[in-house]
């Protein structure tokens, strides 16, 4: 008998979860711009600059140095001690190499720590909107995420009331990221501090900060929830060098976490992928201890795009959008357009936007529904500024159209 799709039996496990919005849309761009249709990409979160020189020449030695065995599960002890260092000389926080373990990229990272943490029925709270794969990850794990929404009025995060009123005996783990995808939003020392009050009174909970995106920050210093001494041992940091060293394909990421939970993820990790990629680790040494300058100024012109981006949002008619304060993205509201048609199709919601705006302007975009927030959509401005005015032209004389 032949094998189908009706007729091949996969396992129970994939019907817990989707796939992500961000590489569902970027994989329709790409159908369509082979067919010769000029799609401007605005939905993936890629910085588009290329490797810093002098990494990409620590790479380079790597290779030439012979650096091709198998890697240790949790990554050299260099890299490790690395870690630390920009621990050190960043947030001011003090780890060990046993703390560290290295992986495929933040999204490894991510799904170690919670398969580690999170049993069947567990409670995971994460404030709306939220990164597309935290709730598909909780639900491979078998938890359940809790989803609170947050206000756009209040930058999108959660208030000490908000997390309280969330909590329940079930409880497991909070995990949110500062700077936020795909809001922008950026938690301030004082609102952390207000968050940490609350889960002194809950010892039980511990909480992932994902700050994969703490160097593209546009309102000062970054602050991590780890800071708080009473709190760090509950804090799983997960960072990585995807967006602040324009790493993406280097697949490289790391948690800092407590030693149980580090060897929890090292055990999981040694039966999926063993040690992260050789000359990525020898090349992230390089990136994490020498000068951030490149970084840095890629900052300043994702900066400057976003002051541009705001000033094109602002000529949309029925589009609200908060002003980020990090990473490289608006997330507007755009219900305003819901019930709209064009004489031919209607927009009933978010991802019947997103289509549209493919379709028609031929802009790629994601839907908010993906971060558990369906009255927006998710703009990338990692693109050139003359690739941003064409796109944001495009998306108003689509718009027009709707009546």
Same mark, same amino acid.
């Given at each position: 008998?032949?094998?189908?799709?009706?007729?091949?039996?996969?396992?129970?496990?994939?019907?817990?979860?989707?796939?992500?919005?961000?590489?569902?849309?970027?994989?329709?761009?790409?159908?369509?711009?082979?067919?010769?249709?000029?799609?401007?990409?605005?939905?993936?979160?890629?910085?588009?600059?290329?490797?810093?020189?002098?990494?990409?020449?620590?790479?380079?030695?790597?290779?030439?140095?012979?650096?091709?065995?198998?890697?240790?599960?949790?990554?050299?002890?260099?890299?490790?001690?690395?870690?630390?260092?920009?621990?050190?000389?960043?947030?001011?926080?003090?780890?060990?190499?046993?703390?560290?373990?290295?992986?495929?990229?933040?999204?490894?990272?991510?799904?170690?720590?919670?398969?580690? #943490? *999170?049993?069947? +029925?567990? %409670?995971? =709270?994460?404030?709306?909107?939220?990164?597309?794969?935290? /709730?598909?990850?909780?639900?491979?794990?078998?938890?359940?995420?809790?989803?609170?929404?947050?206000?756009?009025?209040?930058?999108?995060?959660?208030?000490?009331?908000?997390?309280?009123?969330?909590?329940?005996?079930?409880?497991?783990?909070?995990?949110?990221?500062?700077?936020?995808?795909?809001?922008?939003?950026?938690?301030?020392?004082?609102?952390?501090?207000?968050?940490?009050?609350?889960?002194?009174?809950?010892?039980?909970?511990?909480?992932?900060?994902?700050?994969?995106?703490?160097?593209?920050?546009?309102?000062?210093?970054?602050?991590?929830?780890?800071?708080?001494?009473?709190?760090?041992?509950?804090?799983?940091?997960?960072?990585?060098?995807?967006?602040?060293?324009?790493?993406?394909?280097?697949?490289?990421?790391?948690?800092?976490?407590?030693? #149980? *939970?580090?060897? +929890?993820? %090292?055990? =999981?990790?040694?039966?999926?992928?063993?040690?992260?990629? /050789?000359?990525?680790?020898?090349?992230?040494?390089?990136?994490?201890?020498?000068?951030?300058?490149?970084?840095?100024?890629?900052?300043?012109?994702?900066?400057?795009?976003?002051?541009?981006?705001?000033?094109?949002?602002?000529?949309?008619?029925?589009?609200?959008?908060?002003?980020?304060?990090?990473?490289?993205?608006?997330?507007?509201?755009?219900?305003?357009?819901?019930?709209?048609?064009?004489?031919?199709?209607?927009?009933?919601?978010?991802?019947?936007?997103?289509?549209?705006?493919?379709?028609?302007?031929?802009?790629?975009?994601?839907?908010?529904?993906?971060?558990?927030?369906?009255?927006?959509?998710?703009?990338?401005?990692?693109?050139?500024?003359?690739?941003?005015?064409?796109?944001?032209?495009?998306?108003?004389?689509?718009?027009?159209?709707?009546?």
């Amino acid at each position: 008998m032949e094998l189908t799709a009706a007729t091949m039996e996969l396992s129970s496990l994939l019907q817990r979860f989707s796939e992500p919005e961000t590489l569902k849309m970027a994989k329709l761009g790409r159908e369509l711009r082979a067919k010769g249709i000029d799609i401007i990409d605005l939905s993936l979160g890629e910085p588009d600059f290329d490797t810093p020189t002098h990494i990409k020449e620590a790479a380079k030695k790597a290779i030439d140095d012979n650096w091709s065995h198998y890697t240790p599960v949790s990554g050299y002890p260099e890299l490790r001690e690395a870690v630390c260092i920009k621990l050190k000389r960043d947030n001011n926080l003090d780890y060990k190499a046993e703390n560290i373990v290295v992986s495929t990229g933040a999204k490894q990272s991510l799904a170690n720590v919670i398969l580690a #943490v *999170v049993d069947a +029925g567990d %409670e995971v =709270i994460i404030p709306a909107p939220f990164w597309v794969t935290y /709730s598909e990850l909780v639900k491979i794990a078998g938890g359940i995420p809790v989803i609170v929404t947050t206000a756009m009025q209040n930058s999108y995060k959660i208030t000490p009331q908000e997390l309280q009123d969330a909590i329940t005996e079930k409880s497991k783990l909070f995990l949110f990221s500062s700077p936020c995808n795909p809001s922008g939003t950026v938690y301030s020392k004082e609102e952390l501090e207000a968050l940490a009050e609350v889960f002194y009174k809950h010892p039980d909970i511990l909480i992932i900060s994902d700050e994969i995106y703490e160097y593209i920050n546009f309102v000062g210093k970054h602050e991590s929830i780890a800071q708080f001494a009473e709190l760090k041992d509950r804090v799983i940091i997960v960072n990585g060098l995807s967006k602040g060293f324009a790493m993406t394909g280097y697949r490289l990421g790391y948690i800092a976490a407590h030693p #149980v *939970v580090a060897k +929890g993820c %090292e055990k =999981i990790q040694g039966q999926f992928t063993s040690g992260a990629n /050789s000359i990525a680790q020898r090349a992230a040494i390089t990136a994490l201890t020498t000068d951030l300058k490149p970084s840095l100024d890629m900052t300043k012109e994702f900066e400057r795009r976003r002051k541009r981006v705001m000033q094109l949002l602002s000529e949309i008619p029925g589009w609200e959008c908060a002003e980020p304060a990090g990473a490289f993205y608006v997330f507007p509201k755009v219900d305003s357009y819901f019930g709209k048609s064009n004489g031919q199709e209607t927009i009933e919601n978010a991802d019947d936007l997103c289509m549209y705006l493919l379709n028609t302007a031929n802009v790629s975009t994601v839907t908010g529904r993906a971060f558990g927030t369906p009255d927006c959509i998710r703009l990338s401005f990692a693109n050139s500024m003359e690739k941003i005015e064409i796109a944001y032209e495009r998306i108003k004389k689509a718009l027009a159209k709707l009546k």
